[in-house]
């Protein structure tokens, strides 16, 4: 079972960048579906991006898609989500998570997901 540790939150204005990156302990990271939440105060924890172990398929929620990129680099056991064009909406703990061997619509909800890791904040200014 891999374990995962989030970096790259801080505090950005409205319409500026950030990207996250997720790093994976393992030997088996290749073979895990990887996903992005987030959860915003007073909000339940809701699915942002995924991609596939082999990086060919991605989902996306309708609230980011256009504006965040997910990746992955097998070799580096690092996934990562570029965000453009950010809005205070998307202020909120973003968390990584993990899914071994899944794809379809199940790895678009947390059940999905059997590793987490311990988040890190996003915030927006407007």
């Known amino acids: 079972q891999v374990q995962l540790v989030e970096s790259g939150g801080g505090l950005v204005q409205a319409g500026g960048s950030l990207r996250l990156s997720c790093a994976a302990s393992?030997?088996?990271?290749?073979?895990?579906?990887m996903g992005w939440f987030r959860q915003a105060p007073g909000k339940e924890r809701e699915f942002v991006a995924a991609?596939?172990?082999?990086?060919?398929?991605?989902y996306y929620a309708d609230s980011v898609k256009g504006r965040f990129t997910i990746s992955r680099d097998n070799a580096k056991n690092t996934v990562y989500l570029q965000m453009n064009s950010l809005k205070p909406e998307d202020t909120a703990v973003y968390y990584c998570?993990?899914?071994?061997?899944?794809?379809?619509?199940?790895?678009?909800?947390?059940?999905?997901?059997?590793?987490w890791g311990q988040g890190t904040q996003v915030t927006v200014s407007s």
């Open positions: 998570a993990a899914a071994y061997l899944r794809f379809g619509a199940v790895v678009l909800g947390i059940k999905g997901y059997n590793v």
């Open positions: 991609i596939v172990w082999s990086g060919g398929i991605t």
């Open positions: 393992g030997r088996t990271f290749s073979s895990y579906t």
